[in-house]
């Protein structure tokens, strides 16, 4: 153990030893985890025609310990869902047996592994959508200051929302069937469920649009099918209020999260997953004095935070009191050992960036060196 540690990231006494509280044991729910580090979904484009692949079984049991918790890349949940290339999907039979490979590598090596369920809504083009239509979204006003271009996407009508509503619940009962422990629903990172939720975005004059209660109606929706097809004990929810992605913003939205906090604390979820507000977009960390410390106390579940934490500050926001778990993403992709590397306080690969989004079934996907040549 480090005595160096700041006192504010003392060790957590465990069994008589002390230990670095990234590394502490926590029940979740049902499930049993040996450390508090988090795969975070990454989406990495190695899936083609919307199909996950055989080498994703490697990818993913490369980072999986036994007690581990690891969050799968986003998940199309219908074919008006895809918005990028090479995404995985899980609407149809032969993506859940695509899957179940690779499901299955991770539990062999003792890990606890959930689908994150998706819906690109407007961050979309016609090329991924049925007939080349326009994408579906809130509103029909088009992503702007992108440097990707997107058409204007076409209002859901209000009758079309229950479909919607079926699919992530569709979706969900297939993660089940793939073998998965449980689901992650994206309510984040401007995609469709976000687009309703926040004021900047969400034009509707409907009973979806308007009020903060009706804003967040139809994604409590969603959650609340999918709870009562699958069990609220095997969801999730991943929020982020405070970014900006695809220029998806709201007035308050201190007071978004803790409405869905509460709300989905009521649903009874398993966890609520929530990205950090110094993080703008997916590269753009600033400064901030707002917490998500409100948004934690109005959730009852286990509280899991994101957003571009080291190791030290990973143990401080556990050691706190901030978040029951973290959740990493670059680091976890360049480290495939990283609860290892933390543990041995050692020196981390450095994640490049240029690799993230190619379609290479190897590079700068299951080719990060690990601490041991042989691991």
Sequence with gaps: MNKTMEENEKAFNVNGREVIPLLAPFKMGKFNLSHRIVLAPLTRTRSYNFMAQPHAALYYSQRTTKGGFLIGEASGVSDTAQGYPNTPGIWTREQVEAWKPIVRAVHENGGIFFCQLWHAGRVSNYVYQPNGEPPISSTNKAVQGSSTQYPPPRRLRTDEIPEIVNDFRMAAKNAIEAGFDGVEIHGANGYLLEQFLKDKVNDRDDEYG????????????????????????????????????????????????????????????????????????????HETDVSLLPIRKAFNGTFIVAGGYNRSEGNRVIANGGADLVAYGRLFLANPDLPKRFELDVELNKADRSTFYTTDPVVGYTDYPFLENDC
């Design 210 to 285: 308007g009020s903060l209660e009706n804003r967040c109606r139809f994604p409590l929706m969603v959650v609340k099918a999918v709870c009562d097809d699958i069990g609220a004990d095997k969801v999730g929810v991943r929020l982020s209020p405070f970014a900006n992605y695809c220029n998806c913003v709201d007035s308050n939205p201190q007071a978004l999260g803790i409405y869905m906090a509460q709300s989905l604390s009521q649903l009874g979820i398993l966890y609520c997953h929530v990205i950090e507000p110094r993080m703008l977009t997916m590269f753009e960390k």
